[in-house]
């Protein structure tokens, strides 16, 4: 079935430094989603995709929707401590609808 | 709070016995979803559920899992005889139309199930 593939895994930076992560799938989405999620606490949305090439800012949080459908990134400028959480990119499946979630980047913020 | 409502938060249960985790949509949402979270892991999808129909159950384990949205009170994932792989964060999601078309669900802070 469709997987989306994360990374990094884990990042540990200093205040103040910018972030980047992505997502790839060797299938193509249509809509691209951008997750995060709070030690206890449930996922909430940050950015939403609809168009390949699409970019998008939230804040100083930008993401960007790739040309081939099969990938994302999401960026992170002049990190804080509250940026710490699980970032997941997420996508519904092409044949069922059903939102399909990537395994995370889990970000770590010195202060 | 006009938010997603799971109860309860946290939930401990001897192997054998039965969880139920309750979820109440945000007002004017016709839809619920039900995922599961391992440790370290992903979220993954159980069921996806409007008034009193379940629409997608393909997610589900095909035994001791069950769900469902009746016409009057919340959502309930019923899981009977726990056993310890069941430990887990159960998240209850919803959306005023199929949200998983646009991505747009709004999430429960969930129900941290662990099965001594």
């Known amino acids: 079935g469709q997987q989306l593939n994360q990374s990094p895994q884990s990042m540990f930076i200093q205040e103040g430094e910018d972030v980047s992560m992505n997502c790839t799938s060797s299938?193509?989405?249509?809509?691209w989603l951008w997750y995060k999620q709070e030690p206890g606490e449930g996922p909430v949305l940050l950015i939403a995709l609809y168009k390949a090439g699409e970019l998008t800012s939230n804040g100083r949080l930008t993401a960007q929707f790739g040309i081939t459908r099969k990938d994302s990134f999401l960026n992170i400028s002049a990190s804080i401590p509250s940026d710490v959480g699980i970032y997941f990119c997420a996508g519904p499946s092409s044949n069922t609808g059903k939102l399909i979630f990537g395994q995370g980047t889990t970000l770590q913020v010195k202060p | 709070n006009a938010g997603v409502m799971q109860n309860p938060r946290h939930l401990v249960r001897r192997r054998g016995q039965e969880a139920r985790l309750r979820c109440s949509p945000m007002?004017?949402?016709?839809?619920v979803y039900w995922y599961r979270q391992l440790p370290e892991e992903g979220l993954k999808f159980m069921v996806y559920?409007?008034?009193?129909?379940?629409?997608?159950e393909s997610g589900m384990p095909k035994e001791r899992f069950s769900a469902e949205f009746p016409k009057e009170g919340p959502s309930i994932l019923r899981i009977q005889q726990v056993v310890r792989g069941d430990s887990a964060a159960y998240f209850c999601?919803?959306?005023?139309?199929?949200?998983?078309?646009?991505?747009?669900?709004?999430f429960g802070e969930g129900s941290r199930l662990t099965v001594l």
């Open positions: 007002k004017g949402h016709s839809h």
């Open positions: 299938s193509i989405f249509n809509t």
């Open positions: 559920l409007q008034k009193e129909n379940i629409i997608d």
């Open positions: 999601a919803s959306s005023p139309i199929h949200g998983q078309d646009t991505g747009e669900l709004f």
